[in-house]
């Protein structure tokens, strides 16, 4: 309960909400060697099941959720999200992902087409409201989290645009977490760069529970090291 965050709204629509010091570093490498030996080769989640495609060549591992200090990492997550999320509706299984040089994990959404049918007998069907994304371990080059449809203002653009922000804007970019992206050889979206114990947080539904398309995004290519994050999914029942 000691532990404290805080938090810089990066886009309003759709929401996406940069969190720092999401877990501590201690904690993040106590995450890591909970999923140490099960990591295997990536798959993406289907209505057909578990596939293993070309886009996704990182490796992942399941947390168990009943471990003190993810059951932890799940409470937090869930008190940052306050009202979006009903006493009722769980986290999918905390799931750590791991990229060595090259890999990478290509634009895609966390959210599915259809709302997914649970396999308790209940016949209730869920999907991913929001998603966090928590930097684990960042001793690497590049391996950016890239969201090329989420449009930000920096300094340069609020100064060409008219604004009179400048200064307020470039404080959120001084840092070096976020950077304009590039698609098609376009200066598009924004990028985040690789921090231990910093995560991102966005929202993939609306109210009516449709996808918000707007959050796709992509595990950049690692250059050099090691990258390690961890997936929290908040589930939501329709």
């Not at 057909?48 to 399941?62: C, D, E, H, Y």
């Not at 590049?142 to 930000?152: I, K, Q």
């Not at 090691?226 to 999914?233: F, T």
């Amino acid at each position: 309960e000691a532990h404290r965050y805080t938090t810089e709204i990066v886009s309003l629509d759709p929401l996406v909400i940069y969190i720092n010091n999401f877990t501590s570093l201690r904690d993040a490498e106590e995450l890591i060697k909970a999923g140490e030996a099960d990591f295997e080769d990536s798959f993406i989640s289907r209505s057909t099941g578990l596939s293993k495609v070309s886009g996704r060549t990182s490796q992942s591992a399941p947390l168990e959720p009943s471990l003190p200090l993810v059951s932890c990492i799940l409470t937090r997550a869930r008190r940052f999200m306050g009202s979006m999320l009903l006493p009722s509706e769980p986290f999918s299984i905390p799931q750590l992902v791991r990229y060595a040089p090259s890999q990478k994990y290509d634009l895609h959404t966390d959210f599915w087409p259809q709302h997914q049918l649970m396999n308790d007998g209940s016949g209730r069907r869920f999907n991913r409201v929001a998603s966090f994304f928590v930097f684990l371990k960042a001793n690497c080059t590049e391996g950016e989290t890239y969201f090329p449809l989420v449009d930000v203002l920096d300094a340069e653009r609020d100064g060409e645009e008219g604004g009179n922000r400048a200064e307020e804007v470039a404080s959120i970019w001084k840092d070096g977490k976020i950077s304009r992206g590039e698609k098609d050889g376009e200066v598009k979206g924004v990028k985040f760069r690789p921090i231990a114990g910093n995560a991102i947080f966005w929202v993939n539904l609306d109210g009516q529970g449709r996808g918000d398309r707007r959050l796709v995004h992509a595990g950049l290519p690692v250059g050099e090291g090691e990258k390690v994050g961890l997936n929290i999914w908040p589930r939501k029942f329709y």
